[in-house]
């Protein structure tokens, strides 16, 4: 099942590669890509930094301790999760040890929660950023167990997305539209 999900992910992120090639103009869609794979992860990437950011932001700071249930977190610690787990996975990668600083557990406002996924996602900018093709088979620890670096990029985004889906659910139930639902201009 773990070998299945792999080949899809890879189709998937090449898909992506090449939607992102063609979309550029003709001159340099007929370049072939030289990192299609992290081409695609960094497409993707950047796709679910907006989703999530737009989400803090459109939420109203009184829904920030809105839980649907008492037994999951509230809609600002899904934010301060999903910005201590932008350390955690990219120290990897980017091998300085970076430990997450405690966000979910110490910030509590919109305005604090914001900036520290705006500042987690500056941090794991560097990650992709450096990511090539040559560079993403390269194995590293990762949760004690040998992973290529374009895996543990993948599964952050995957991790992002998790919690988006998280958010999604508490943005409609406060009678909003969720940033991949709005109207897309043109």
């Known amino acids: 099942m773990k070998k299945l ?29 030289a990192n299609p794979l992290t081409g695609a992860t960094k497409y993707m990437w950047e796709h679910t930094k907006n989703d ?17 249930a008492a037994t999951v977190r509230s809609f600002g610690q899904i934010i301060g999760h ?16 970076k430990q997450p600083p405690g ?8 305005a604090d929660l914001i900036q520290a996924l705006k500042d987690g996602f500056a941090y794991c900018d560097q990650a992709y950023a450096n ?3 040559a560079r993403a088979a ?6 004690g167990h040998d992973a290529p670096k374009l895996s543990i990029l993948t599964f952050n985004i995957g991790h992002n997305m998790e919690h988006y889906g998280n958010l999604v659910t508490y943005l409609r139930m406060k009678g909003l539209v969720p940033p991949s639902s709005q109207q897309q201009s043109m």
């Open 103 to 110: 966000i979910e557990k110490s910030k509590t406002s919109k």
């Open 52 to 68: 999530l950011l737009k989400s803090a932001e459109e939420m109203p700071e009184e829904n920030y301790s809105f839980k649907p």
């Open 138 to 143: 390269e194995t590293i620890k990762f949760f």
């Open 131 to 133: 990511m090539t093709d």
């Open 5 to 33: 999900l792999a080949v899809f992910s890879l189709a998937g992120l090449q898909m992506f590669a090449q939607s992102s090639a063609s979309s550029q103009s003709s001159a340099a869609a007929s370049t072939p890509n």
């Open 82 to 97: 999903v910005a201590d787990a932008q350390y955690e996975f990219c120290s990897a990668v980017i091998g300085d040890g």
